[in-house]
């Protein structure tokens, strides 16, 4: 059975600092992994998608990489900022029954 | 372009009764699919659906119950509400079952209370 674990359950930064957000997952059997935003209240929101047979995905200040033998999956935010405040949550698809397994996610709180 | 719609966003049951959470889409996307979020744990998939007509369950199918007549809706059916069924659902779409590069979309969201 696949297991996502996120660590730490919540982060607190100051402002400007860069944030690193960390996704481990036990099976190597994925298409590929998605990292989303939540804010409070809010749905989820996909953040980068990454495919299995790629290392990493950029998207403005956010990058994430994927080792998928060894079961990582990093997150990075350059230069946080109050706004990147939110829960920030992976997600793996797997290539055996084309599910999502999810991460319980990391609450991230960026100080002003 | 809406997106992934859900209705009510907040609802309050009794124990026993029954309901059904409102989902739609715009994307003309063939797979969709229910999860609860619970506090400390990570989305679970209730019921799945890859086009209209085809349902199948997920991880935590009881007490739920689906149907897709069409493209763009795919209600969830709580048949006898229980305290245990108390949580966040999230609505969610993407284009195909096994798409690489498909994201997925999220509803806002319904936060039920079952007293």
């Known amino acids: 059975k696949q297991e996502v674990t996120q660590i730490p359950a919540a982060l607190s930064v100051p402002e400007g600092e860069n944030l690193v957000l960390n996704c481990s997952f036990t099976?190597?059997?994925?298409?590929?992994l998605q990292w989303f935003r939540q804010d409070p209240g809010k749905g989820l929101t996909s953040l980068l998608l990454?495919?299995?047979?790629?290392r990493e995905q950029t998207s403005g200040r956010l990058n994430a990489s994927l080792d998928k033998s060894s079961g990582r999956s990093t997150l990075y935010i350059a230069a946080s900022q109050p706004g990147d405040s939110a829960t920030y949550l992976c997600a793996v698809l797997r290539s055996n029954d084309y599910k999502l397994s999810f991460g319980a996610g990391t609450t991230v709180t960026v100080r002003a | 372009n809406a997106g992934v719609t859900q209705t009510p966003k907040f609802q309050v049951l009794k124990t026993g009764q029954s309901m059904t959470l409102q989902c739609a889409q715009d994307m003309n996307h063939e797979y969709m699919s229910w999860y609860r979020q619970d506090p400390g744990m990570g989305l679970r998939l209730i019921h799945y659906?890859?086009?209209?007509?085809?349902?199948d369950q997920g991880e935590v199918p009881n007490g739920y119950n689906v149907s897709r007549s069409t493209t763009e809706d795919f209600p969830l059916r709580l048949l006898s509400a229980a305290p245990s069924q108390t949580s966040v659902y999230f609505c969610?779409?993407?284009?195909?079952?096994?798409?690489?590069?498909?994201?997925?979309?999220f509803g806002p969201g319904t936060r039920l209370t079952v007293l």
């Open positions: 990454i495919q299995s047979s790629q």
């Open positions: 659906s890859v086009g209209a007509g085809i349902t």
């Open positions: 099976d190597s059997a994925i298409y590929n």
């Open positions: 969610a779409s993407r284009m195909g079952i096994a798409g690489l590069t498909d994201t997925q979309y």
